[in-house]
């Protein structure tokens, strides 16, 4: 009997998804995949983890929404999982709130509670909750686990975590709780393994994609965060404003005659890389366009950038390493390019050959500051989870135990 781990990702505008078996040391990659471009025009891609592509194509399904990609993705793994058992489903939960700082268990009364955050992350949250509903209609013997992106920032200072506003609200839960702690989670881990000098300094990470920030980590842990208490602080993403004087919201509402609604729409849906070029919200299309709109986007991103990296790295109170990740930080050379010229002063100096190259050291020997292109991958984080709630949760034996052993 061969025991599955799948995975959830819901992002705002992509789905990607893993189907994990649980080996000896850890869980084995079996099949992954994504639906990205929800909204637009969806299309699916599953590739098996030798390299083999399968459910490849467009999503043919009722909806080209977030639900239509579920229902496609979950049709795709039980053709693809055969006789193996799908014995847990570990999902990504954007926003954890005060309480939850690690992976648990999802049951009614825990669903119930995280919907109340969704105001908080109204992109994700929804789809992140449907995707546990989903998943329990079609696995209905499956676990079911959440992994939270805010609980690799639940640690910050103080200050790091509070807005300089009546006190009361912070009590209320009102507070900078950081967010794509997963991916973060997984960069700092990879330097544990790969780097523990590094890891042991003062690193920032750029996440950067489709939604984008950065973290300030100290000795592998979160101390700073360029997010707050929702998703749109920070840097500029693909529709999402970013930082934004609070007086703006106050100038659309009272001279605009725009409702919560209508301001929620603005910065949520209309804004970042979309709203600053009219084009698109996608850097690749950006990247393409001749427009002088579409360079306009780019620079305030490059800007913003580098704004938060100085900002970050006076956090610290020193740098030695940045890494970039996610979809545009792994695949951008011409934004990390940006981002890192002009940086001597602060120790970072590029090695053009190794950016072109995509790294993974893409700094050079004139710097002091170590550069990288780590790739990111927060559906491994979900399936070590999974697994080790699963064998907490499931009393098993033999070869079993050992797999499922963190």
Request: aromatic share 6%; hydrophobic share 40%; with cysteine.
């Amino acid at each position: 009997m061969t025991l599955c781990a799948l995975t959830l990702n819901a992002g705002s505008s992509s789905i990607k998804f893993s189907l994990y078996c649980f080996g000896e040391d850890e869980p084995e990659l079996e099949l992954f995949g994504q639906v990205e471009r929800i909204g637009e025009h969806p299309e699916l891609e599953a590739t098996q983890a030798d390299g083999t592509a399968l459910c490849s194509g467009p999503v043919h399904v009722r909806s080209a929404d977030h639900a239509g990609a579920l229902a496609a993705i979950l049709e795709c793994v039980e053709q693809a999982a055969g006789d193996a058992i799908i014995a847990v489903v570990g999902h990504r939960i954007v926003h954890g709130g005060p309480d939850f700082s690690a992976p648990v268990l999802l049951d009614d009364r825990t669903v119930e509670a995280l919907a109340t955050f969704s105001p908080f992350a109204p992109l994700h949250q929804p789809h992140n909750l449907a995707g546990v509903a989903a998943a329990r209609s079609a696995f209905p013997q499956a676990l079911q686990v959440g992994c939270f992106d805010t609980a690799f920032h639940r640690n910050h200072p103080f200050v790091n975590d509070i807005f300089a506003i009546p006190r009361k609200y912070y009590d209320k839960g009102i507070r900078r709780y950081g967010f794509h702690g997963l991916s973060y989670e997984y960069i700092s881990h990879k330097l544990a393994e790969d780097d523990p000098g590094l890891h042991s300094g003062n690193v920032v990470v750029a996440h950067l994609g489709n939604g984008a920030s950065m973290c300030a980590m100290r000795g592998g842990s979160s101390v700073g965060s360029t997010m707050g208490l929702s998703a749109l602080d920070g840097l500029p993403m693909g529709t999402r404003c970013g930082q934004v004087d609070p007086g703006v919201l106050l100038y659309l509402m009272q001279t605009e005659g725009l409702d919560a609604d209508g301001v929620a729409d603005v910065l949520y849906h209309r804004s970042g890389l979309l709203g600053l070029s009219g084009i698109s919200n996608d850097m690749r299309t950006l990247e393409a366009s001749p427009a002088p709109a579409a360079r306009d986007a780019i620079d305030y991103f490059v800007f913003r950038v580098r704004w938060e990296l100085g900002a970050l790295s006076a956090v610290l109170g020193g740098l030695d390493g940045v890494v970039f990740t996610g979809g545009i930080g792994e695949h951008s050379r011409t934004v990390r390019s940006r981002v890192c010229e002009g940086m001597e002063w602060l120790g970072i100096a590029l090695d053009r050959e190794a950016n072109a190259a995509n790294g993974p050291l893409i700094s050079s020997v004139k710097g002091s500051v170590k550069v990288l292109v780590i790739p990111t991958d927060e559906e491994k984080v979900i399936a070590r989870a999974a697994a080790r709630l699963y064998a907490g949760a499931v009393p098993i034996d033999g070869a079993e135990a050992s797999a499922l052993a963190p």
